[in-house]
């Protein structure tokens, strides 16, 4: 679903609006969206080959999503500029998902 989203709101930013800042808005949330959109499944096979606190990642990635794309295409929309201020925080989220999927996924168990 999440990267369905992300092509959408891609093809929104190239077809449906012309101002610059929210073209800009929808393109780097949907490129963000897709990238982490798959990342999600990587957390998901990294879990089931054994690695720990892979939902955890899925997680982090899933809020960064929330917070960080889901603020870029509310203002690209026409939602305040202050809702920006939670972009950031979005954007924690995905560098933690990405710490703990660095520090966890490759450490698996071994194969014996």
Same mark, same amino acid.
């Given at each position: +679903? $999440?990267?369905?989203?992300?092509?959408?709101?891609?093809? %929104?930013?190239?077809?449906? @609006? $012309?101002?610059?800042?929210?073209?800009?808005?929808?393109?780097?949330?949907?490129?963000?969206?897709?990238?982490?959109?798959?990342?999600?499944?990587?957390? %998901?096979?990294?879990?089931?080959?054994?690695?720990?606190? +892979?939902?955890?990642?899925?997680?982090?990635?899933?809020?960064?999503?929330?917070?960080?794309?889901? $603020?870029?295409?509310?203002?690209?929309?026409?939602?305040?500029?202050?809702?920006?201020? @939670?972009?950031?925080?979005?954007?924690? $989220? %995905?560098?933690?998902?990405?710490?703990?999927?660095?520090?966890?996924? %490759?450490?698996?168990?071994?194969?014996?």
């Amino acid at each position: +679903m $999440s990267g369905l989203l992300a092509v959408g709101f891609g093809a %929104f930013a190239a077809h449906g @609006i $012309s101002a610059p800042k929210p073209v800009e808005w929808l393109h780097t949330g949907s490129q963000y969206q897709m990238a982490h959109a798959l990342a999600v499944f990587a957390a %998901f096979g990294l879990h089931r080959a054994g690695a720990k606190d +892979m939902g955890k990642v899925a997680a982090f990635f899933l809020i960064g999503t929330l917070l960080f794309c889901g $603020s870029l295409y509310a203002m690209a929309l026409g939602a305040p500029r202050a809702l920006g201020a @939670i972009t950031p925080v979005g954007g924690v $989220s %995905f560098l933690v998902g990405w710490a703990l999927m660095a520090a966890r996924g %490759f450490s698996l168990p071994d194969q014996a």
